[in-house]
């Protein structure tokens, strides 16, 4: 059974950081791509930040400079380190893997990021 569990969300003044971490079981992780996605309300789920199984990175243009994804496949953890959070940072991550797309692969529960101005 896959598990993916997301951590690290929460409140934070805008300029602030938050480090999110997602937790596999039950899957290869070494082999897969794993993906941070974000929904915000009333906006379709987007690509955040991806690392490939080779540590290639693919960032959305909204978060590049900010935002750093990374793997410990020891730990089979991904994690994404947000820095100079924006008000419009503000949404439900989630962590996926096994996609390239995003339209496929294992979900986790996700994780609430808010920003204050």
């Known amino acids: 059974q896959v598990q993916l569990v997301e951590s690290g969300g929460g409140l934070v003044q805008a300029g602030g950081s938050l480090r999110l971490s997602c937790a596999a079981s039950g899957i290869i992780f070494s082999i897969n791509t794993m993906g941070w996605y974000r929904q915000a309300p009333g906006k379709e789920r987007e690509l955040v930040a991806a690392i490939t199984s080779g540590r290639r990175t693919n960032y959305a243009d909204s978060v590049k400079g900010r935002f750093t994804i990374s793997r410990d496949n020891a730990k089979k953890t991904a994690y994404l380190q947000m820095n100079s959070l924006k008000p419009e940072d503000t949404a439900v991550y989630y962590c996926?893997?096994?996609?390239?797309?995003?339209?496929?692969?294992?979900w986790g529960q996700g994780t609430q990021v808010t920003v204050s101005s």
């Open positions: 996926n893997a096994g996609s390239n797309t995003g339209r496929d692969g294992y």
